[in-house]
């Protein structure tokens, strides 16, 4: 499994983007996937997480209310980012977990990695 990820740029503060990630191979419907972003001098951390089904998901304190992570379609999850903000400015990575319950919900564990995007935003 690849994963791809994409959709990143540099963006103004209160601006939008929407970052992409798909697989080749099997389909991220069968994984719960996540998105994970890291700051230069920072570590990793957990942005959002969706279901294997969808139905649940979870986002980061630090984007709640502006991020939203949904699947569309049987090979798409989609971050769609609004009102970003300086401190959004990151490498954007999309993961997928194997071993995964249809309503799970997972912070550790991803087999797979997106190759990363950067998300830049500055005036």
């Known amino acids: 499994v690849q994963l791809q990820a994409s959709g990143g740029g540099l963006v103004q503060p209160g601006g939008s983007l929407r970052l992409s990630c798909s697989s080749s191979?099997?389909?991220?419907?069968?994984?719960?996937v996540a998105w994970f972003r890291q700051a230069p001098g920072k570590e990793r951390e957990i942005v959002a997480v969706?279901?294997?089904?969808?139905?649940?998901t979870h986002h980061s304190d630090s984007v709640k209310g502006r991020f939203t992570v949904s699947r569309d379609g049987a090979n798409l999850v989609t971050l769609r980012m609004n009102s970003l903000k300086p401190e959004d400015t990151a490498v954007y990575y999309c993961?997928?977990?194997?071993?995964?319950?249809?309503?799970?919900?997972?912070?550790?564990?991803?087999?797979?990695w997106g190759q990363g995007t950067q998300v830049t935003v500055s005036s």
């Open positions: 191979g099997r389909t991220l419907s069968h994984y719960a």
């Open positions: 993961a997928a977990r194997d071993r995964a319950i249809s309503s799970g919900i997972y912070y550790t564990g991803y087999d797979y």
């Open positions: 969706i279901s294997r089904s969808g139905g649940s």
